[in-house]
């Protein structure tokens, strides 16, 4: 990848021929509308040569985003599917809020304005066909890249009127088309992205080169928090290859003619760490502290009835504890980024889920103003949250400032295994009651657990979603929270809080059942009764599963459901195990996430949430010793291998419902479908993950 010629939004609304629209839905201060007429979310460009461009401010890494924002646009447009084409642009404040992609929100964040772009763009068309035509607008139609003239049939394309469309002003409320008129949105169209990703031409962060470019790594204390107490570099650069040695605020930096001869100058390092506080935790350490904590009452983040006395008053009880580690993210691409730092200008190239904090951290690091520094949005090779950080390009940047030249900074597998924030492990103590009759009637659930997302009166609730905000009708419910500081770096990673709480929730549900001699299906559906959507999404999975059908000895089904991210999802998992040998036979997923803009994309979500989850229920488990990560590349951090993924059937409730998320929707229930069929097949009760067979 050459450098690529620096072009500011204004630069290019002033070069660029044909129809360039910008749009949006809100309005702004009085200092931002000197500089620009309007805020912007988005560009719709139309080139004379008839190719219609979407400037999007999200970013594609691999969940659909460049094709499933195009339907969107096009629909309304009336363009020739064929002749869209997709860019990036940079981080602007004209884009309004924080810029990036994170909690499954890139279509219903912009299913709205992304439609209102389109149709106001195919009015300004036809607007300029008319007076070209002499005729009312009405007398027109768009259809296929042309404006048709409704009583002669004569066509204008719309390259030949983008230039005289972009003189007009564009309608304040363009009209929308009823969804019954629908000819893209809904349909399961192939993806815009795969073409260039088959071919090669598909530029990710780590394909970045820029002329005079060193490659750099960096030396990481490897205890969280742990500082440079002092280095001995000679070694280090008295390797053939290596260009500068550098300290910089997260350890040591080695630049050199290439990555590996950077990496192995740092292998070269002598250096000796002051390793701080942390270097006294364990994940044992961490297991006791949750044990003490469910010893006294913690913040509450639930409370219905009185689930305590319902607890003291009840004939039949239960207990039991669940625990989860902590989870690394592990994308396949590596993290990456390239800055190039100048007195008066500071560039960056980064697949980031986080355009808005790229901006930020280079702002930080240089001191540069914000229209001084460029953020270019590349393709991403995975994120599931980790790429929603800037650490990494926090560090490019800063290595880039202090030798003067342009640098491509990558992290090896060990440092992304050893230096991430991580899925936090967390500990959950529950009691449950049932009625004379054997039904669920009160719960108790007692978490303790790393804080992420900010803590208000001693709450985190991205800690308790999934328990806190379960939509099961118990009478009498009560979740408390304790937050543990462990010295661990946390964060979001795949369906967040609700990827271990709806384990927790699912599988003591399932205790409940069995406890009650109650079907786990029956048990559902009376907790469910006031909850539409989500009984919905659990009768069509248990019917296309079928759920009261026999199986043969030794097999067992296991079912979970969940309402995240705006979606709802129904599992149900079929299991056996054999010589303590698992196999997963089969997974039905139904999934009602409102209205679906590309079910093929959907369906693609939904399986690869599926085999996430999976992944980290079988294998994944980060560990701590002395403040240090033990696990250090894929030998010891593995994940799911073919002969191990299950067939795994989607089906999708119709729905007019707003739309909801679908890449993190259905990673949380996968884990609690496999655990409860494993105990319906085996009678074994798992309740602490990676899941181990007796």
Not at 139 to 167: H, Y
Request: glycine share 8%; proline share 6%; hydrophobic share 45%.
């Amino acid at each position: 990848m050459s450098a690529p010629t620096t072009l500011s939004r204004r630069g290019f609304l002033q070069s660029a021929t044909g129809l360039c629209l910008g749009f949006a839905l809100s309005p702004r201060d009085a200092a931002a509308a000197a500089v620009a007429p309007t805020k912007l979310n988005a560009f719709v460009h139309i080139g004379a040569d008839d190719l219609v461009t979407l400037f999007i401010h999200k970013a594609e890494m691999g969940q659909g985003t460049v094709t499933s924002l195009s339907m969107l646009l096009a629909e309304e447009l009336e363009c020739d599917w064929k002749k869209v084409r997709t860019q990036f642009p940079g981080v602007s404040r004209e884009f309004g809020g924080m810029q990036g992609v994170f909690g499954s929100q890139s279509v219903r964040t912009s299913y709205d304005s992304l439609r209102k772009a389109g149709a106001a763009a195919r009015e300004l068309l036809i607007l300029a066909a008319a007076q070209q035509w002499n005729v009312a607008p009405a007398a027109c139609r768009a259809e296929n890249n042309s404006v048709v003239n409704i009583a002669t049939n004569a066509r204008l394309t719309f390259g030949s009127l983008a230039t005289s469309a972009a003189k007009l002003t564009p309608p304040a409320a363009p009209a929308l088309k009823n969804p019954s008129q629908y000819r893209l949105i809904g349909k399961p169209l192939k993806r815009l992205d795969t073409p260039e990703k088959v071919d090669g031409s598909a530029q990710f962060g780590i394909d970045v080169r820029l002329p005079g470019m060193l490659y750099a790594v960096v030396a990481r204390c490897p205890v969280f928090g742990g500082k440079v107490k002092s280095f001995d570099a000679a070694k280090t650069k008295a390797l053939p290859g290596v260009r500068s040695v550098v300290q910089i605020s997260n350890g040591i930096a080695v630049a050199a003619d290439n990555t590996w001869t950077a990496l192995q100058g740092r292998r070269l390092l002598n250096i000796q760490w002051d390793e701080g506080p942390v270097a006294a935790m364990s994940s044992a350490v961490l297991t006791r502290t949750f044990q003490e904590k469910m010893l006294q009452a913690g913040a509450v983040a639930r409370k219905d009835g009185d689930a305590p006395a319902a607890l003291a008053s009840a004939a039949r009880k239960i207990d039991a504890v669940y625990q989860v580690p902590f989870l690394a993210h592990a994308p396949m691409e590596p993290l990456n980024c390239t800055a190039d730092v100048k007195p008066d200008r500071c560039s960056v190239w980064a697949s980031t889920q986080g355009q808005s904090a790229a901006l930020q951290i280079a702002m930080s690091v240089t001191g540069l103003p914000a229209d001084k520094v460029d953020v270019h949005t590349l393709y991403m090779g995975g994120g599931f949250g980790r790429r929603a950080a800037s650490d990494y390009i926090g560090e490019a940047v800063e290595v880039s400032k202090a030798l003067a030249a342009p640098v491509k900074l990558t992290w090896s597998r060990e440092d992304d295994l050893q230096q991430d924030y991580y899925r936090p492990a967390s500990y959950t103590k529950f009691s449950g009651a049932l009625d004379p009759e054997g039904w669920p009637h009160a719960l108790t659930s007692r978490v303790a657990c790393p804080p992420f997302g900010g803590l208000r009166d001693g709450l985190s609730r991205v800690s308790v979603e999934g328990l806190a905000d379960m939509a099961y009708a118990f009478p009498h419910i009560l979740v408390d929270y304790h937050a543990v500081e462990a010295g661990i770096p946390v964060s979001y990673w795949r369906s967040v809080g609700y990827s271990q709480n709806t384990f927790f929730a699912e599988s003591f549900l399932d205790e409940l059942a069995a406890f009650g001699g109650k079907d786990p299906v029956a048990v559902r559906r009376r907790l469910l009764a006031k909850s539409p959507r989500m009984l919905g999404v659990l009768e069509l999975a248990a019917a296309k599963a079928s759920w009261s059908t026999p199986l043969p000895t030794g097999r067992g089904r296991g079912v979970s459901l969940v309402n995240n991210i705006g979606s709802f999802t129904a599992q149900v998992a079929e299991v056996s195990v054999t010589a303590g040998k698992l196999k997963i036979h089969r997974v039905v997923c139904a999934v009602d996430c409102g209205r679906i803009v590309n079910p093929a994309i959907l369906e693609q979500q939904i399986q690869s949430g599926i085999a996430f989850g999976l992944a980290a229920a079988l294998k994944g488990g980060i560990t701590i010793d002395h403040g240090r990560v033990q696990q250090s590349n894929f030998h010891q951090y593995d994940v799911l291998r073919i002969d191990e993924m299950p067939p795994v059937e989607v089906h999708i409730v119709p729905s007019e419902a707003p739309s909801g998320g679908a890449g993190e929707a259905s990673t949380p229930g996968i884990a609690p479908a496999v655990c409860n069929a494993i105990f319906a097949a085996t009678g074994q009760r798992i309740r602490q993950l990676p899941l181990k067979l007796a």
